[in-house]
């Protein structure tokens, strides 16, 4: 019997992981696009612009200040080398 042969595959934890991420992934989806819809309808297309880019610039906010945290000790580790 060959390695191959001997493989049991993912396994039913990788498969369950997977399964809970895709329902996971539609649920927040469909939240998304709720609140866009009630945005839309209360405010119009231009308002729903504005806040759907002020929302992305705050998460990319939060993310790039966490990315140049980390690069800042990380600079500091490589220099105390």
């Known amino acids: 019997m060959t390695d191959y042969e001997d493989d049991d ?7 369950k992981k997977l399964l ?3 329902f996971l992934g539609g649920i ?5 696009f709720l609140l866009i819809g009630v945005v839309w309808y209360a405010w119009g297309f231009l308002a729903t612009l504005v806040v759907a880019g002020l ?3 705050g998460i990319w906010y939060v993310v790039d200040r966490r990315r140049r ?4 000790e990380d600079k500091a580790f490589t220099e105390s080398l």
């Open 9 to 15: 595959g993912l396994g039913k934890g990788f498969w």
């Open 20 to 22: 809970g991420a895709v």
């Open 28 to 32: 927040v989806a469909a939240i998304v």
């Open 55 to 57: 929302v992305t610039y």
């Open 69 to 72: 945290k980390q690069y800042e």
